[in-house]
């Protein structure tokens, strides 16, 4: 029952997403006929362009068409790039870059977030502590894109170590894909960082507060153990909560990163789609980046009764 | 020991991340970056610029444009012109061949010619409108005009007058099949698209690379990082804002021209106070173009005084000295057209596009000396194409318009009626005199008919011409062969790596 609920809220929301979009780009001035013409349009070109891209029907007729097709698994064709490329394979192009980057950065900021959020709760008020939530503070600070910009300049104009930018495909150079994501995975992973290390932070120093942990000192366990097992296990369970929120912004938000590194991401995608009024390509990206976003959110639900059994008594 | 094994670890990483961004240049491929993915290659619906300049390498028609904007053969070997300006004769090359192996025909070219000039088919089918038909007669095409139009031969170099087997029409959008120096080896949306030598083109020394691969780079920015990083070899159209980080550059050169595009501040002369002429000239004096290419365009442009480039020297007028920068001059007009204490009134500039916004702000600091106070309003560039350009719900607005060959093509925006006459001028003196240069086959009367037009909008203070904004392509030192074109289209098939 829990599962059938949860399964009928995800597919509404679905909907929703994308009756709201429609919506939102039919609003919109400007339309993709003109776009396409430019400065070169009149009457009789426009209306042509229109007709050969079905944009003379009605509302309520494009949206259904477009239902329609996603139910059959079709996402239908752009009106920007080539008719020749589907939809679905624009998105899925543009997720061999996201889903890297987004898990890159969230598996390097946890990374660091863990043992520096850690190592400030256990001294706290000490000058590491200090130090770290300095850090913390500085790199919730710096803007994405200026840092994004300051890496280019200094590790691969200056350094020459990394690529400044347009990613190879992976099946042609795989290493060079990957050596394209360092930096903006890194600039991503920054923030996140920052945010995470004062989150286990604080869960740390709530729960070394516990009586449990009290009573584990008393019977003389050791202090590594006290606090990697008895703290920071119990810690996380804030911590995948907020890791979880940070990883289905990188999926939407990785788009300035994008845009500075030249990455052909989702973000990068759905952007140029809109200012094209490219309507099914943002349908069907929107409608992608939806499903993944509630999929994260469906399995970080089902991580929590592993991470504290409890919840599975509530279920 | 810990330290060793961390050592070792990073010391590997760095080891993969440097191998995997080693320069792939060699001596017969070149990297070129440009900022937006083409919208497909069929040549009769693909009309956005950057399907066109691309396009130029893998398809032809029977004729093309030359680096200096004149027509020369591509297809068509030869042509005759009947002396009442109606029939044209084109003689096609022999064995020319399609990427997919088969001789092109005379059959073909009256194909895709009688495609392209049918409304029901072709977006560009305005501009043939006055075609009677078109014949293939052996290896000859026959093509006769209801009257004579001597911008005919100029719209068929235009990237839609293209060749293409008609076997292929299908798949053109992704997979175009011409006759061009290039073949299109592979398209990665977003990312890159491959050119690759086409072995059996007609030309025996062209294209001189075996392979040109168009890296997709929207940000500027990483574009020149990537050329000063050698990861790029060639930036076709750079932002004049980002030329002092590759000016100084040892390994790099820039090779620049005027670009065939005229920036301009538009007025709608249809509503007040600027259907006043006086006000217009009152604008025109009050604007300091130098002032303006120095600011915006980092000194990288040719002041105009005209909708037809300096570029297109054959028709160009030189009308800078109509209205020369003289504030005192503009505040007396104002103050006869009764408006001693100036006005106010909306700057709409087109957001996508940092040169004509940077012009337009410098352009309104220039107005508030005279007392015209403009309230600048930055539009997004659909909304600028619906509410200015097709609605004409605007008072003034800068942007750019492209160049044609014929000058035709650019004279007719300003024809009443004209669904491109976004500054709603009217008069009846210039359409007719457009009508007679259309027909007009003595090629002096011609020129002479167009210097007239132009001086009528001058005349009228119609609009404000700015200038034509230098091309700026920046590519690595030892790179020849490259040309910049007064038409939209990148030129490949020259380039070559000196030894």
């Known amino acids: ?315 | 020991m810990r330290r060793l094994i961390s050592t070792g670890i990073v010391v590997m990483f760095l080891l993969v991340f440097t191998a995997g961004c080693s320069s792939t240049q060699t001596s017969d491929s070149a990297v070129v970056a440009i900022p937006t993915d083409p919208e497909g290659f069929h040549p009769h619906h693909s009309v956005a610029a950057a399907s066109g300049e691309i396009a130029f390498n893998i398809y032809e028609g029977l004729v093309k444009a030359a680096p200096d904007g004149s027509v020369i053969p591509a297809l068509a070997e030869k042509w005759s012109i009947s002396p009442d300006g109606l029939k044209y004769t084109f003689t096609l090359r022999e064995k020319v061949k399609f990427h997919n192996g088969r001789d092109l025909t005379a059959e073909d070219v009256v194909y895709c010619l009688s495609r392209l000039i049918d409304p029901e088919i072709s977006g560009k089918a305005v501009d043939f409108a006055g075609v009677e038909s078109i014949e293939a007669e052996g290896n000859n095409v026959i093509i006769s005009l209801q009257a004579p139009n001597a911008a005919f031969l100029a719209l068929l170099t235009e990237s839609g007058a293209a060749v293409y087997p008609p076997e292929e029409e299908e798949n053109l959008f992704t997979r175009p099949v011409g006759t061009g120096p290039f073949v299109l080896a592979q398209w990665e949306p977003n990312s890159q698209l491959v050119l690759e030598k086409f072995a059996d083109y007609w030309h025996p020394d062209l294209p001189k690379l075996a392979q040109v691969v168009l890296k997709i780079i929207p940000e500027p920015a990483t574009a020149v990082n990537s050329l000063r990083t050698g990861h790029v070899d060639l930036i076709p159209r750079l932002e004049a804002e980002y030329l002092h980080q590759v000016e100084d550059a040892p390994d790099l050169k820039i090779i620049d021209s005027p670009m065939n595009l005229i920036q301009l501040l538009i007025i709608n002369n249809a509503v007040p106070p600027f259907d006043d002429i006086r006000v217009r000239k009152a604008i025109n004096y009050a604007v300091d173009r130098e002032e303006i290419i120095e600011g915006a365009a980092w000194g990288m442009g040719s002041a105009v005084g005209s909708i037809i480039s300096p570029a297109m020297d054959f028709w160009y007028k030189d009308l800078t000295g109509t209205y020369p920068h003289d504030p005192e001059q503009a505040r007396a007009l104002l103050a006869e057209a009764g408006y001693p204490d100036g006005f106010s009134a909306s700057l709409h500039l087109p957001a996508p596009y940092p040169l004509h916004c940077s012009a337009g702000e410098i352009l309104a600091a220039q107005l508030s000396r005279v007392g015209i106070d403009l309230n600048i309003q930055v539009v997004e560039w659909g909304t600028w194409l619906e509410q200015i350009y097709t609605n004409r719900e605007f008072e003034l607005t800068v942007v750019g318009l492209t160049g044609r060959l014929d000058p035709h093509t650019m004279l007719n925006r300003y024809q009443s009626g004209s669904g491109r006459n976004t500054s709603n001028f009217s008069s009846q003196e210039y359409d007719e005199l457009l009508a007679l240069g259309l027909q007009e086959t003595d090629p002096e009367q011609r020129v002479a008919i167009y210097r007239e037009l132009q001086s009528i909008l001058a005349r009228e203070a119609v609009n404000v011409f700015i200038m034509d904004p230098n091309q700026l392509a920046v590519m690595q030192e030892n790179l020849q062969g490259w040309n910049n074109y007064p038409v939209y289209v990148l030129d490949l098939a020259a380039l070559f790596w000196a030894k």
């Open chain 1, 1 to 315: 029952m829990y599962w059938a609920k949860k399964l009928a809220s995800m597919l509404f929301t679905l909907l929703l997403v994308s009756v709201l979009t429609f919506l939102a780009l039919f609003l919109l001035p400007g339309d993709p006929a003109m776009l396409i013409l430019g400065t070169e349009a009149d009457a009789r070109s426009l209306e042509l362009v229109r007709n050969q891209l079905g944009l003379d029907q009605p509302i309520t007729t494009q949206y259904l068409n477009w239902l329609k097709g996603v139910l059959q698994g079709d996402f239908g064709e752009s009106y920007t790039f080539s008719r020749g490329y589907s939809i679905a394979k624009l998105v899925a192009c543009a997720l061999h870059v996201t889903i890297p980057l987004a898990a890159g950065a969230i598996v390097l900021s946890l990374a660091f977030a863990i043992p520096l959020g850690t190592l400030a709760a256990g001294r706290r008020g000490g000058t590491l502590d200090k130090i770290i939530l300095f850090f913390a503070q500085a790199g919730l600070s710096i803007p994405a894109f200026w840092l994004g910009i300051l890496a280019i300049q200094f590790f691969a104009v200056y350094l020459g170590w990394f690529p400044p930018g347009n990613m190879p495909r992976w099946a042609a150079d795989p290493l060079g894909a990957a050596a394209s994501l360092v930096l903006p995975a890194v600039v991503l992973a920054l923030p996140r960082t920052a945010v995470l290390t004062r989150i286990v932070r604080t869960a740390m120093l709530e729960t070394l507060q516990e009586d449990y942990i009290r009573t584990a000192r008393g019977k003389g366990v050791a202090e590594s153990t006290v606090i990697f097992k008895h703290g920071l296990s119990n810690a996380l369970i804030a911590t995948s909560t907020v890791a979880g929120i940070q990883l289905i912004q990188l999926v939407a938000g990785t788009v300035v990163v994008e845009q500075v590194f030249s990455l052909p991401g989702l973000g990068r995608l759905i952007l140029s789609a809109v200012l094209l009024r490219d309507l099914p390509l943002v349908q069907g990206a929107v409608f992608v980046g939806t499903a993944i976003v509630l999929t994260v959110n469906f399995l970080l639900d089902c991580l929590y009764p592993i991470l504290d059994p409890r919840i599975k008594e509530v279920w």
